[in-house]
């Protein structure tokens, strides 16, 4: 007889506080089943006790690969998780046409064969984080209480995730300038979109005095932006 049904290894997961992260709770499963393994195993050692030696052995053998597929089902792999999530890219993402579904599908073949490589590009190593920080609930320690972000325009959307969850609870100084993004295909898009991951209680302030450069240096620069600037020059040369 199984040591419990799908149904039951269903109910056992579920019992499972849902404020705890999946890891947690997986570990807790584990540590549940690893004790009706062990009572399983006692009882039939028992009653196969002064038999066939080759039967206990036996045994003992089956309920060491039990262990082993426990261990293995309870144990999250972020990045084997990843990898699933890209290869059936198809369940979470709908692209507009045949050419940009081509697009996708080269993308994820070519993401799935550098991780089978070992290798975890920029953009890929990034989402990793994340979803090992869903999966584990990870925190920053108590002691943190401030956090300032430098160069703000240059971190994503998922970068700001990762801090919000990371960080919860503490105060946040984000400072950035919109036109000194590094990558225009990897950044945060605006700042409205910066304030908008800390819900409502965020405050955006434009800090719209220049003090760092000359009254000449400063018009150059303005003048190659796509946008003028609405800020104040300090009357310097």
């Known amino acids: ?87 059936r890219m198809e369940c979470f993402v709908q692209p507009a046409d045949e050419t940009a579904t081509a697009r996708c599908r080269r993308f994820a073949d070519d993401t799935v064969y550098a991780l089978g490589q070992g290798i975890v590009n920029y953009e890929d190593f990034v989402a990793m984080v994340y979803l090992k920080i869903a999966l584990e609930g990870e925190r920053a320690p108590a002691a943190i209480q401030h956090v300032i972000i430098d160069e703000a325009q240059d971190y994503t959307a998922v970068q700001y995730e990762i801090f919000r969850t990371v960080f919860r609870g503490c105060n946040m100084t984000i400072l950035g300038d919109a036109n000194q993004v590094v990558n225009a295909y990897m950044n945060a898009g605006s700042f409205d979109a910066i304030a908008g991951a800390f819900g409502a209680g965020s405050k955006r302030i434009a800090l719209t005095k220049r003090y760092r450069s000359s ?14 600037l609405r800020s104040e020059q300090l009357d310097r040369h």
Do not use: W
């Not at 404020?19 to 997986?26: I, K, M, T, V």
């Not at 009254?215 to 003028?228: G, Y």
């Open 1 to 87: 007889a199984p040591l419990v049904s799908a149904g039951g290894l269903e109910q056992l997961y579920r019992n499972q506080s849902a404020s705890l992260p999946y890891a947690h709770r997986l570990e807790k499963l584990r540590r549940k089943l690893f004790g009706l393994l062990e009572d399983d195993e006692r009882a039939r050692a028992s009653a196969a006790a002064g038999k066939d030696p080759a039967a206990l052995r036996e045994l003992r053998a089956e309920c060491e690969l039990l262990r082993k597929d426990i261990l293995q089902m309870t144990t999250p792999d972020a990045g084997a998780l990843y990898e699933h999530f890209i290869n």
């Open 215 to 228: 009254r000449e240096l400063a018009d150059f620069c303005a003048s190659l932006l796509a946008s003028p």
